[in-house]
């Protein structure tokens, strides 16, 4: 840093803009994301604590089971195989601006998770900080101690308050919770790029635009000597280059594909089709021919922009319209915020490519707005699955377009405001429903949803009422229609009378059941597990927090369904460590989880 000095700031999160997932719920703050802001309340303390923020998914379980693959298996396409993968993300916002020097994670149960930090400039770019691939160490299960997490980062040429960490749970035990995020940074530029950055004016235009995203107003710092060679500067030269130009366009080349001459135009797509976007992109510069090819609509009927959606704009949509005729499956999940990408655009992208569009998933995608949703349906009579999980910011009645839809076979409505009427409208009209996901959605009334799932819905495999606190023993009754319900999860449904028999009766009537979630039923006892003890395709089973459960009837479950994998029954108030290490030693092909909570 040379005779310069630094100010350092050291801040924690102020406000939480957006995040994939949640524990917890809207209406409290145990779990929930809001938990991010301020300083660690729970830290060094180790274990399972409210006061932190929670994500609903950990290990392989929530991709492998029917809802996994029905909303979390992600678009079939090429993509990078030396990216990190990220399954949930979380945006955080700091109250001042600072070139990041430093971020400190506090983990307090099951590290590990974390496989990015962006910063953001609250204008839709960003900037990869860190990723596990930048020190050459793969994502590794830590020991189960509380951490903080504090990687090194890359410096950014942009001042920031915005910063975005990406988890990846898949190889984590258990729920991984997260205490507080600390910022540290300088208010003073640091990197050379970020002080020539400084001091560009906040419009430029057109032409000094063009110089800044060429990197051309980047120069050398004091003391580095660039390398040149005068030849390449002698007017002779100047005169063979422009001379080879000129007998180029008189001539051309007969072929510009090299050792691709003479391969069957239909094995060079064959071959294309294996590269991810960015490649494909790169190869059309290379070449006219390339240039062709890489055009081809073979190559974009799958497209998942998710793992760039930092570079996702209105020009991305643009470059891609003349190519995307044959498009059938489009994940836009977390693209296009903080106004990269405007909502005028997505619906021309829809008009001009949408017409054999079959599967489209917008979670966190909050350029989807009520007229995207309209543009959707007019233009895409084919959709069959849409995913919409977190679209917040659409209203109550931006909903209600989706009821003109005839062909739904999967649904995600995950944490949206969606109102009763629209729901019941989109169950009347779409009789070949089978997934359907209602978890944390506020405005409905789950016992009459479940009464037009009876009646309108008879293949349903799938349905999550996650923390629908409208559902009781009346709406499980009507469900139990729904005899081909392969998963079903109504964690935190509290309303719910054990003493009705209901869940008893659900379970009886669904025997291909492989995916069950009971947690936080209270009530829930022997009846209802020995119930769950008939299913023979049952691989899945959380019922945390269960007060009347006893051992015996566990013995008996896990001795019964030979086919079961997963056994949540943490918080079991019936059950101790003792008994939970004697059933882990006594059945080790079923994954036991026990949590705990560190109170000292």
């Known amino acids: 840093m040379g005779d310069y000095s630094y100010i350092l700031v050291e801040q924690y999160a102020a406000e939480v803009l957006d995040f994939s997932t949640q524990y917890g719920s809207d209406k409290s703050i145990s779990y929930t994301a809001h938990n991010l802001t301020g300083r660690p309340n729970k830290f060094p303390s180790y274990g399972d604590f409210s006061q932190t923020y929670v994500m609903r998914d950990y290990g392989p379980w929530w991709l492998d089971c029917p809802s996994g693959k029905a909303w979390r298996e992600r678009v079939d396409c090429p993509r990078r195989s030396n990216i990190p993968t990220a399954t949930n993300f979380v945006d955080i916002k700091y109250e001042h601006a600072v070139y990041p020097i430093r971020i400190h994670i506090y983990e307090t149960f099951n590290p590990g998770g974390v496989v990015g930090i962006w910063a953001g400039n ?24 509380p951490r903080i997490f504090s990687p090194p980062l890359q410096q950014t040429h942009f001042i920031t308050k915005l910063i975005r960490i990406e988890f990846d749970q898949r190889k984590l035990p258990y729920y991984t919770e997260i205490d507080a995020v600390a910022l540290l940074g300088t208010l003073e530029p640091i990197s050379w790029e970020a002080k020539v950055n400084a001091m560009l004016p906040s419009k430029p235009g057109n032409l000094l635009r063009q110089i800044i995203d060429r990197n051309l107003h980047i120069l050398p710092a004091d003391g580095v000597q660039l390398e040149l060679n005068d030849k390449l500067l002698s007017r002779q030269s100047i005169r063979e280059f422009s001379k080879s130009l000129v007998d180029r366009e008189r001539s051309p080349p007969i072929s510009d594909l090299g050792d691709f001459e003479g391969v069957p135009e239909e094995i060079i797509l064959k071959i294309l089709g294996y590269l991810d976007l960015r490649s494909l992109v790169s190869l059309s510069a290379v070449s006219t021919k390339f240039h062709t090819f890489s055009a081809d609509s073979f190559l974009y009927s799958r497209l998942d922009l998710r793992d760039i959606f930092y570079c996702v704009s209105t020009a991305t949509l643009q470059w891609l319209s003349n190519k995307c005729s044959n498009l059938q499956e489009l994940d836009l999940s977390w693209c296009g915020n903080y106004g990269k990408l405007s909502p005028a655009m997505l619906q021309e992208f829809l008009i001009h490519c949408g017409h054999n569009l079959n599967k489209i998933r917008l979670d966190n995608c909050h350029v989807a707005t009520g007229q995207v949703l309209q543009t959707l349906v007019k233009n895409s009579p084919k959709i069959s699955e849409i995913s919409l999980g977190n679209c917040h910011l659409l209203n109550v009645v931006d909903f209600q377009i989706l009821s003109s839809l005839t062909n739904l076979e999967s649904l995600n409505l995950y944490r949206t405001v969606i109102g009763q009427p629209a729901v019941i409208s989109i169950l009347c009209n779409n009789r070949k429903l089978k997934n359907l996901c209602l978890a944390s959605c506020p405005n409905i009334d789950g016992d009459e949803v479940c009464m037009y799932l009876s009646h309108c819905q008879p293949n349903l495999e799938i349905i999550d009422f996650w923390r629908c606190n409208s559902i009781t023993e009346r709406g499980i009754n009507a469900l139990t229609h729904c005899s081909f319900l392969r998963d079903v999860d109504l964690g935190w449904c509290l309303s719910i009378q054990g003493t009705s028999g209901a869940m008893a009766h659900l379970v009886d009537c669904c025997p291909d059941l492989e995916r069950l979630y009971l947690t936080a039923h209270r009530q829930t006892g022997d009846r209802e597990v020995k119930a769950i003890s008939g299913l023979r395709k049952l691989k899945q089973l959380d019922i945390l927090g269960n007060r009347n459960v006893t051992l015996a009837t566990i013995q008996d ?42 109170n000292n």
């Open 557 to 598: 479950l896990l001795t019964s369904v030979t086919s079961l994998q997963l056994l949540d029954i943490s918080f079991c108030d019936q059950l101790g460590d003792g008994n939970v290490n004697q059933l882990r030693h006594d059945f080790p092909e079923v994954d036991i989880k026990w949590s705990f909570a560190d």
């Open 122 to 145: 609250c204008r839709g770019d960003w900037k990869l900080l860190w990723n596990p691939c930048m020190t050459s160490t793969p994502q590794q299960v830590v020991s189960q101690r």
